[in-house]
T-cell receptor, first 115, second 110 residues
Framework: NAGVTQTPKFQVLKTGQSMTLQCAQD?????MYWYRQDPGMGLRLIYY???????DKGEVPNGYNVSRLNKREFSLRLESAAPSQTSVYFC??????????????FGPGTRLTVT | ELKVEQNPLFLSMQEGKNYTIYCNYS?????LYWYRQDPGKSLESLFV?????AVKQEGRLMASLDTKARLSTLHITAAVHDLSATYFC??????????FGKGTRLSVIA
């Protein structure tokens, strides 16, 4: 099992460029999440998908869009990157709330720099 | 607004000493999670505490949960350098995603 995988690992963008971060999980989890991590801020939820076909905003959704392509894959898109989006992005997956331990498993992260 | 507060945010401790990290949260949550993150790495699950009074131990780390006080502790016994990392707690406010604290950066020095 690969667990949660993310691509790319590193990316540098110029302001205004767009890109899509890819995430896939092989644990048959229903729920998937995108977080960003900034120094001193912990992890902040951008968007999540409780199950295939649904997506919801988290704490910091502005400037991002998501697509739950199928049960395995959940992508995050930056339409017009801004320097404030320089961050480390983590994807995670879990069983739905109330099921099993609801423990979240994290991918290795994507380090994004916007100049 | 839900708040998850960790104390301290930075901790430098000597090898062999004991210390406790605290995680307070402002709303009802019947479960709590502790994660570890090494520099430049992802988050690794340490403990899942699923009920009031839950206590779990792994090596030199022990975590406990008091849902009435809305408090979890992560106790470090006889610290060693390998425990240097950032530790996060996270809670579940209902059927919603985890909400994380800001993390405690632990540095164990000789």
């Amino acid at each position: 099992n690969a667990g949660v995988t993310q691509t790319p690992k590193f990316q540098v963008l110029k302001t205004g460029q767009s890109m899509t971060l890819q995430c896939a999980q092989d644990m048959n989890h229903n729920s998937m999440y995108w977080y960003r991590q900034d120094p001193g801020m912990g992890l902040r939820l951008i968007y999540y998908s409780a199950s295939e076909g649904t997506t919801d905003k988290g704490e910091v959704p502005n400037g991002y869009n998501v697509s739950r392509l199928n049960k395995r894959e959940f992508s995050l898109r930056l339409e017009s990157a801004a320097p404030s989006q320089t961050s480390v992005y983590f994807c995670a997956s879990s069983d739905p709330p109330g099921q099993n331990s609801y423990e979240q498993y994290f991918g290795p992260g994507t380090r994004l720099t916007v100049t | 607004e839900l708040k998850v507060e960790q104390n301290p945010l930075f901790l430098s401790m000597q090898e062999g000493k004991n210390y406790t990290i605290y995680c307070n949260y402002s709303t009802t949550s019947d479960r709590l999670y502790w994660y570890r993150q090494d520099p430049g790495k992802s988050l690794e699950s340490l403990f899942v505490l699923l009920s009031n009074g839950a206590v779990k131990q792994e090596g030199r780390l022990m975590a406990s949960l008091d849902t009435k006080a809305r408090l979890s502790t992560l106790h470090i016994t006889a610290a060693v350098h390998d425990l240097s990392a950032t530790y996060f707690c996270a809670v579940v406010p209902g059927n919603t995603p985890l909400v994380f604290g800001k993390g405690t950066r632990l540095s164990v020095i000789a």
